[in-house]
């Protein structure tokens, strides 16, 4: 049992490359989450997913694009890479209760 | 909307010893749930606590307690016995409780602990 999974750890992009960013629960939970974590500061959310099929925007979607490929995973993509967007990124995920399970987080530059 | 403010960049404490970090928070939602977190030096997200809004006793859970002062609007973690794991950054956060803002988070600034031997 994994939980949250995220990959990469650690990604270094130049300004313009696009990537996502990936992320799986084995929890069989419904909703999921993207938050970005700046340095110094609280998490803010991106985007989320309240169930298989749905996305909604978050806190600070600009600049992002999301996927919910099915239960278990949800994706986050950068299309193209602005110093701005260099952060600390969690998933999380959330069954019937409260609590949100993160992720490791994936380390983001963007030079 | 939701705002979480946490006052307190940093706190020192030392071993053994009780201490409060504070969380206010503001929202128009009837219901409404309150979180901390704990994100140690290694960057993961560990949850500790919940308050649920309209919950009639404060939330314990081993050697963490939330104080809750709903007419305040203040969450307010004791941690006691103060251990040196105990260093990290932590953070207030709140959800709604109903409609499309259910389980979406809204995190404060966090606050840095320091624990001393």
């Known amino acids: 049992n994994a939980g949250v999974t995220q990959t990469p750890k650690f990604q270094v992009l130049k300004t313009g490359q696009s990537m996502t960013l990936q992320c799986a629960q084995d929890?069989?939970?419904?909703?999921m989450y993207w938050y970005r974590q700046d340095p110094g500061m609280g998490l803010r959310l991106i985007y989320y997913?309240?169930?298989?099929?749905?996305?909604d925007k978050g806190e600070v979607p600009n600049g992002y694009n999301v996927s919910r490929l099915n239960k278990r995973e949800f994706s986050l993509r950068l299309e193209s890479a602005a110093p701005s967007q260099t952060s600390v990124y969690f998933c999380?995920?959330?069954?019937?209760?409260?609590?949100?399970?993160f992720g490791p987080g994936t380390r983001l530059t963007v030079t | 909307a939701q705002k979480i403010t946490q006052t307190q960049p940093g706190m020192f404490v030392q071993e053994k010893e009780a201490v409060t970090l504070d969380c206010t928070y503001d929202?128009?939602?009837?219901?409404?749930?309150l979180f901390w977190y704990k994100q140690p030096s290694s960057g993961e997200m560990i949850f500790l606590i919940y308050?649920?809004?309209?919950?009639?006793q404060n939330a314990t859970e081993g050697r963490y307690s939330l104080n809750f002062q709903k007419a305040r609007k203040s969450a307010n973690l004791v941690i006691s016995a103060s251990q040196l794991g105990d260093s990290a950054m932590y953070f207030c956060?709140?959800?709604?409780?109903?409609?499309?803002?259910?389980?979406?988070?809204?995190f404060g600034q966090g606050t840095i602990l320091t624990v001393h031997p």
């Open positions: 999380a995920s959330r069954g019937y209760t409260y609590e949100q399970y």
């Open positions: 929890m069989n939970h419904n909703s």
């Open positions: 997913s309240a169930s298989e099929g749905t996305t």
């Open positions: 929202t128009s939602d009837p219901s409404y749930g």
């Open positions: 308050q649920g809004s309209y919950d009639q």
């Open positions: 956060a709140m959800s709604a409780k109903g409609g499309t803002s259910y389980g979406k988070l809204t």
